[in-house]
């Protein structure tokens, strides 16, 4: 139990254009989902919390209107990166936690995202 | 600001060797303290610690959780070369569901 999928696993695209990333709890319904950005070397970097139904809870320094999060369903958040650009390129990763299982965070397997 | 700091930052070590990996924390209204291993996709978890000087351990790995000093080791023993990855440290508040991570420790084993 408690499997987290994404998809696309791997997008590249065209400066400027929008890539929408979904993330979905397979076998459990997720009140919590989290996004994630993860620079090559780096460690993984909080940019929102989204509960479903609600307003995402972005992180200091994220852009609201560049990274738009719906979470319309307990199985399924989306992250739509808004007229990307190369500074944009990373692995994005998302997780999704419940009650049920403590509030421990399930991750996806991670989306990368190259724009050329 | 809260701050998670792991240490080293990369470790080569040969098959066979203990390692010991460390994470020293400055967080305010500590709820627990996690530990991730990294391979080429999304961190798999290892353990969870709420609790000073309780061990926990899981095969060939255990971890332990200091909370007077702020910090917690993992400790891999007779490793080999599929424990090769980077292994993250997050930390948790009391009543919030989001975690800060440290930096990563990116373990190399050699055969």
């Known amino acids: 139990g408690a499997v987290v999928s994404q998809h696309p696993s791997w997008v590249i695209c065209k400066s400027g254009t929008s890539v929408k990333i979904e993330c979905r709890s397979l076998d459990f319904q997720a009140t919590t989902m989290f996004w994630y950005r993860q620079f090559p070397k780096q460690s993984l970097m909080l940019m929102a919390t989204s509960n479903e139904g609600s307003k995402a809870t972005y992180e200091q320094g994220v852009e609201k209107d560049k990274f738009l999060i719906n979470h319309a369903s307990l199985t399924l958040s989306t992250l739509t990166v808004t007229s990307a650009h190369p500074e944009d390129s990373s692995f994005y990763i998302c997780?999704?936690?419940?009650?049920?299982?403590?509030?421990?965070?399930?991750f996806g397997p991670g989306t990368r995202l190259t724009v050329l | 600001e809260d701050k998670v700091v792991q240490s080293p930052l990369s470790l080569v070590v040969h098959e066979g060797d203990t390692v010991t990996l460390n994470c020293s924390y400055e967080v305010t209204n500590f709820r627990s303290l996690l530990w991730y291993k990294q391979e080429k996709k999304a961190p798999t978890f290892l353990f969870m610690l709420t609790s000073s000087g309780i061990e926990k351990k899981s095969g060939r790995l255990s971890s332990i959780l200091d909370k007077k000093e702020l910090f917690s080791i993992l400790n891999i023993t007779a490793t080999r070369t599929g424990d090769s990855a980077i292994y993250l440290c997050?930390?948790?508040?009391?009543?919030?569901?989001?975690?800060?991570f440290g930096q990563g420790t990116r373990l190399t084993i050699n055969p």
């Open positions: 997050a930390v948790r508040h009391q009543g919030a569901q989001k975690l800060v």
């Open positions: 997780s999704a936690t419940t009650v049920r299982f403590s509030n421990e965070q399930f």
